[in-house]
């Protein structure tokens, strides 16, 4: 009786040392495949459908949305507002409004472009705001390098949104490789 107790205890503390590996190991998992750490920032306003003014810890920035490029909302670059870029505008200053944001950046991409733009990813209650901006076909993907972390779910959202034609889709031949064709 008392070998029995033994290798049942024996038996039992076994399992429970396999088992508890394969949990550390499946959380080292997790940790390992979260994307980068997102910080909170305040809007402050919205300059067109791809470039807003933030505030983080005090200090007044502007972000470019990485990796998406949306029509001209003003006449400035083009001489007048391209078609869908006052809607773009719009819809992105009327989606962040009383919503938590955060930017994440990607680490495949520089964080600050030519212009002293933040270049990141936007979340507006936890929804990446490029990915809703692509699908709503307000934005084009754009300016990628080929190695950044949500690129493929982005080409697949303006793969939907240009099979049904929406918005920016709707008008033969205006998104370009390079822009909007006026």
Do not use: C
Request: glycine share 8%; charged share 30%; aromatic share 8%.
């Amino acid at each position: 009786m008392k070998m029995n107790k033994k290798i049942i205890s024996g038996l039992a503390a076994l399992v429970l040392s396999v088992s508890g590996l394969y949990i550390i190991d499946q959380d080292k998992e997790t940790t390992s495949t979260l994307k980068t750490e997102q910080i909170a920032i305040e809007l402050v306003r919205t300059i067109d459908g791809d470039t807003l003014v933030f505030n983080e810890n005090g200090a007044e920035k502007r972000l470019r949305l990485l990796l998406i490029d949306t029509p001209e909302s003003s006449k400035t670059k083009t001489g007048s507002a391209q078609p869908y870029g006052i809607e773009a505008k719009e819809f992105l200053a009327n989606y962040l409004k009383e919503k938590n944001l955060s930017i994440e950046y990607d680490p495949a991409h520089e964080k600050i472009d030519n212009y002293e733009r933040v270049l990141a990813y936007l979340y507006a209650d936890g929804e990446l705001v490029q990915e809703v901006m692509v699908e709503e076909g307000l934005a084009r993907v754009g300016y990628e390098n080929g190695n950044e972390i949500y690129l493929e779910e982005l080409e697949e959202a303006e793969q939907k949104a240009s099979t049904v034609q929406v918005n920016i889709w709707s008008i033969e031949g205006y998104v370009g490789d390079y822009g909007f064709n006026k």
